[in-house]
């Protein structure tokens, strides 16, 4: 069982930063592929950036390419979400996901371990 952990959500003004961690426990963390998906409301939930096993792959969404950079710390057992220049549509609740084939897939039903999300809000 892995249990995933988000925090460093928050309220930030357009053109700002922020960085979301999420912390993994269970074991085997260097063997996983992660990414981070977003669902604003009323929107369905879509695919941000993923890092594969050990951080060979690294992929990122049209939208956010540039902008985002996903990292990982095995040391840790935590990933990371760095946001730059962020806007107003970048407001959501975002998730990160854990699957152990180590593959760093945009498709969230690759991922069967979820957390329970940190809300980013863009003021403009």
């Known amino acids: 069982q892995v249990h995933l952990v988000e925090s460093g959500g928050g309220l930030v003004q357009a053109g700002g930063s922020l960085r979301l961690s999420c912390a993994a426990s269970g074991g085997g963390f260097r063997n996983y592929g992660m990414g981070w998906f977003r669902q604003a409301p009323g929107k369905e939930r879509e695919f941000v950036a993923a890092?594969?096993?050990?951080?060979?792959?690294?992929y990122y969404a049209d939208s956010v390419k540039g902008r985002f950079t996903i990292s990982s710390d095995n040391a840790k057992n935590t990933v990371y979400l760095q946001m730059n220049n962020l806007n107003p549509d970048d407001t959501a609740v975002y998730y990160c996901?854990?699957?152990?084939?180590?593959?760093?897939?945009?498709?969230?039903?690759?991922?069967?371990?979820w957390g329970q999300g940190t809300q980013v809000t863009v003021s403009s």
């Open positions: 996901a854990a699957n152990l084939f180590g593959l760093a897939s945009t498709q969230s039903q690759s991922y069967i371990y």
């Open positions: 890092v594969g096993q050990k951080g060979r792959s690294k």
